[in-house]
């Protein structure tokens, strides 16, 4: 399996209401130095229905300014949907970080 199809099995786990850092689905996957790279592979996600990557967040809890399927404010919205509260682009990872 490849790095980008890692990278989506991983955030598939990520449950409603939860969100995870791209560092800490790098470090799942066993390339802990490869933040950036899962930021590129869920750029491309094949299929947003199924692979939840408004899930994935910065290390900081940062939405992505350019969200790849309709910017910062789609990502916001789909969270909210799942009942996370966002702030000023912010999620709140004490409360909403998931770990498996």
């Not at 990520?14 to 799942?28: H, I, L, N, W």
């Not at 790279?37 to 094949?46: C, D, K, M, T, Y």
């Not at 910065?58 to 969200?67: E, I, S, V």
Request: proline share 6%; aromatic share 10%.
């Amino acid at each position: 399996m490849g790095f980008f199809e890692k990278v989506y099995e991983y955030v598939k786990k990520v449950p409603r209401g939860k969100v995870v850092t791209y560092g800490q689905v790098a470090s799942a996957i066993g390339a802990p130095r490869c933040a950036r790279q899962v930021g590129w592979a869920l750029h491309v996600n094949p299929a947003p229905g199924v692979i939840p990557c408004h899930r994935v967040v910065d290390r900081a809890g940062r939405l992505a300014p350019a969200f790849a399927f309709g910017g910062e404010d789609a990502q916001a919205q789909l969270l909210r949907a799942e009942g996370v509260e966002v702030l000023g682009g912010c999620v709140d990872l004490e409360r909403y970080l998931w770990e498996e």
